[in-house]
């Protein structure tokens, strides 16, 4: 009996998603709920489940294709038998059909069949646009796909990896198709990739890429004895070296709507503050010098987190999202508190969940749990929505300060710049000392100027003195 596995709605209500990378192939035998595929939503990579318990008969779509929801991409064979030329519900192929199936053919919504994250409706096929390859190599049927690794690579195929092995090769600066892999159907793991990392061999040019020489690979090298001047060395440069392009998805994609609809939709105003963070640094110092706190990890932006939580309870119509369709202002009585993170993704903003609840060493795990996940590619879209007010820490980029555009449903973005050695008027007196500078975003539909000050000053106020935290709660 066959079963076709079309695309589901990932919960995030999206309408397409892409195939990372498959981690099996035609011919294996998968149990319920194993994980067979990595998929790339707008917000995370997120593990695939099996819906069956079977062998997979065909890969409908091969990896690096973006493919809408309600589009099937694996038939798997579970056993029993069917009618000649008929098919079992949630079967776009009938028992005895050949492999090659036309995927172009979502199944009926009435036919799918429920799994662990659920379908959402099918997408109406007119009007949206032709699912996307990254390369030539990546159009081939998954069916023909060679299961060698070295092989792949020569077809154009991305080698086969998971999220967090590719990105410890990007930490590690390796190209992942100078190595083999030693995993199922030669599936390449964190393992084969530290030991290529240990092996003293130059790492290869990217596939595809330009040779150190700057002359492309079609490219013929020019003869040493030929003078050529430098017009005419650029004129004979392949058109396509001197510029890249690459669609517009997923993650970016997303992010720029947010973006522009938050920019053109809530009333922005930014103010700025800045001031003497000595005793918070001299506080942070004293903590790392404590054997109970040695171990914790609390940084600034930890401390930058508590003191907005605790300004929070004091302004709480900075904690707020503007529904215009019910023409009602939601006041949140709790703090998931954003934390944009830059990754190889782009921009991600996973939230700390009652954040307000939280001490310094609960709110430094939490950041260091999600930045982890963030590097690695492993945050989750429930991470990653339900967030009621942001923080941006732009400091670790050398910034000082700037204008932070509010993420869309909530009121408020704080930045915070970083931590500068500057004079500054102490007791009277100039003294060199650790200044920051704060930047507040907020919606001015939601906050008025008095409060958005409000709130700004009372978190400077616990980061200028942490002591008076005591007269404040």
Excluded at 180 to 202: C, K, M
Excluded at 364 to 377: K, N, P, Q, S, Y
Aim: contains cysteine; hydrophobic residues 45%; aromatic residues 4%.
């Amino acid at each position: 009996m066959i079963k076709v596995f079309a695309l589901p709605d990932l919960g995030e209500g999206l309408t397409e998603s892409e195939i990372v990378a498959w981690l099996v192939a035609p011919g294996d035998e998968v149990t319920l709920n194993q994980h067979i595929a990595d998929v790339e939503t707008a917000k995370a990579v997120v593990e695939l489940p099996s819906p069956f318990a079977g062998v997979v008969r065909v890969l409908h779509q091969p990896a690096g294709v973006v493919v809408h929801v309600g589009e099937p991409i694996v038939s798997f064979d579970i056993g029993g038998s069917a009618e000649p030329g008929s098919a079992e519900p949630g079967s776009a192929l009938p028992a005895d059909a050949d492999a090659d199936v036309q995927a172009d053919a979502p199944a009926p919504a009435e036919q799918r069949e429920a799994n662990l994250v659920g379908y959402g409706p099918a997408v109406e096929r007119s009007g949206h646009p032709q699912r996307r390859a990254r390369s030539g190599g990546a159009a081939l049927a998954a069916e023909t796909r060679p299961t060698d690794p070295v092989a792949a690579v020569s077809a154009g195929e991305r080698p086969r990896s998971t999220p967090p092995v590719r990105a410890l090769a990007r930490d590690l600066g390796i190209d992942l198709a100078t190595v083999t892999g030693t995993g199922r159907d030669g599936l390449i793991t964190r393992d084969d990739v530290r030991a290529h990392s240990t092996q003293s061999v130059p790492a290869t040019a990217p596939h595809g890429a330009a040779e150190p020489s700057g002359v492309p690979p079609t490219a013929s090298a020019t003869p040493a004895s030929t003078s050529i001047g430098p017009a005419a060395a650029v004129a004979g440069l392949d058109a396509a070296a001197r510029e890249t392009r690459s669609p517009i998805k997923s993650l970016r994609k997303l992010t720029a709507a947010a973006m522009v609809q938050s920019a053109f939709t809530a009333p922005h105003v930014t103010e700025f503050l800045t001031i003497d963070v000595t005793p918070t640094v001299e506080l942070l110092d004293s903590l790392r010098a404590d054997r109970n706190f040695t171990d914790a990890g609390i940084g600034i932006l930890a401390v930058v987190a508590k003191a907005l939580c605790l300004a929070v309870g004091r302004t709480p119509s900075v904690n707020t999202r503007w529904d215009e369709p019910a023409g009602e202002i939601v006041q949140f009585n709790y703090v998931n508190l954003g934390i944009a993170a830059a990754t190889p993704r782009g921009l991600l903003v996973p939230n700390i969940v009652d954040a307000e609840r939280l001490d310094l060493r609960g709110l430094a795990d939490a950041l260091a749990e999600l930045t982890t996940a963030a590097r690695a590619g492993t945050t989750t879209p429930a991470a990653l929505s339900g967030g009621t007010i942001t923080i941006t820490n732009i400091g670790v980029f050398g910034i000082d300060a700037g204008t932070p555009i509010i993420n869309p449903g909530e009121a408020a973005i704080l930045a915070m710049g970083a931590i500068r050695s500057q004079p500054w008027e102490y007791r009277g007196q100039v003294a060199l000392r650790k200044v920051l500078t704060l930047s507040l975003s907020f919606d001015h539909r939601l906050v008025d100027g008095e409060q958005g000050s409000r709130f700004l000053a009372d978190i400077g106020t616990i980061l200028a003195n942490p002591a008076r935290v005591l007269t404040m709660i």
